[in-house]
């Protein structure tokens, strides 16, 4: 079984360019989550999703980030203009439970590193 | 608010010997547990995790991590390393009834040297 696909690996832009990752996670799951792992920190939930709809965007930087799952499979996470401060990985995951009691498993891409110049 | 400290930022250690990697966590509210390792250049793993029962839980490579309510401890041990072993690893807790938001600790990074 394939695992969470994630695309770009890496991505070098200047600032002020836009940037998108695209992931593909595990056939079934409905439940998909966008997470940022700064350097030297623990990954940050950026967005979740139940199927295609948002259900919890409140960490997301609505004025420059968006995110979308169409079809309540494969999502895109989009920056634009992208700033210094945007340079990480970007994780997504996925996971066949609802999430509703908290006690659900992660399964994680291996991240898209984003380097703004 | 929910957080997750990770005591140790790097922990090197010699292959076969012991090893803890010590995770606190804050809560008023009842929390499920977990440990996820990240091996170079992949994704995070489940490694183990404790939603109820047994406060003693096992995973399939020899680590183990002990729930400790009083103490607010979710500590992770293995008594003989291997190089193989080498990964960053990352505490985890979410509340239960949350909807699945983790919240991680900031990662110890376990080298395992000859």
């Known amino acids: 079984e394939a695992g969470v696909v994630q695309s770009p690996r890496y991505k070098i832009i200047e600032k002020k360019q836009p940037v998108a990752f695209w992931c593909n996670p595990i056939?079934?799951?409905?439940?998909l989550y966008w997470y940022r792992q700064n350097l030297g920190q623990g990954p940050e939930l950026l967005i979740r999703?139940?199927?295609?709809?948002?259900?919890?965007d409140s960490q997301l930087p609505k004025d420059r980030f968006s995110a979308e799952r169409l079809k309540g499979v494969d999502s895109t996470l989009k920056i634009q203009p992208a700033e210094l401060g945007d340079s990480a990985v970007y994780l997504c995951?996925?996971?066949?439970?609802?999430?509703?009691?908290?006690?659900?498993?992660?399964?994680f891409g291996a991240g898209s590193r984003l380097t703004v110049l | 608010a929910q957080s997750v400290t990770q005591l140790d930022s790097q922990v090197p250690v010699f292959e076969e010997a012991p090893v803890e990697l010590r995770c606190n966590y804050s809560?008023?509210?009842?929390?499920?547990l977990f440990w996820y390792v990240q091996y170079p250049n992949q994704g995070l793993q489940l490694l183990l995790k404790?939603?109820?029962?047994?406060?003693l839980v096992e995973s399939i490579n020899g680590f183990e991590a002990e729930f400790n309510k009083s103490q607010t401890s979710f500590h992770l041990r293995k008594p003989s390393v291997h190089i193989s072993d080498t990964a960053e690893y990352f505490c985890a807790v979410s509340v239960r009834g949350s909807q699945g938001n983790l919240i991680f600790g900031k990662g110890t990074k376990l080298s395992v040297k000859p």
């Open positions: 056939s079934g799951h409905n439940t």
């Open positions: 999703y139940e199927n295609e709809e948002a259900v919890d």
């Open positions: 995951a996925s996971s066949l439970d609802s999430g509703a009691s908290g006690a659900n498993v992660l399964t």
């Open positions: 809560s008023s509210v009842s929390v499920y």
């Open positions: 404790y939603l109820s029962g047994s406060t």
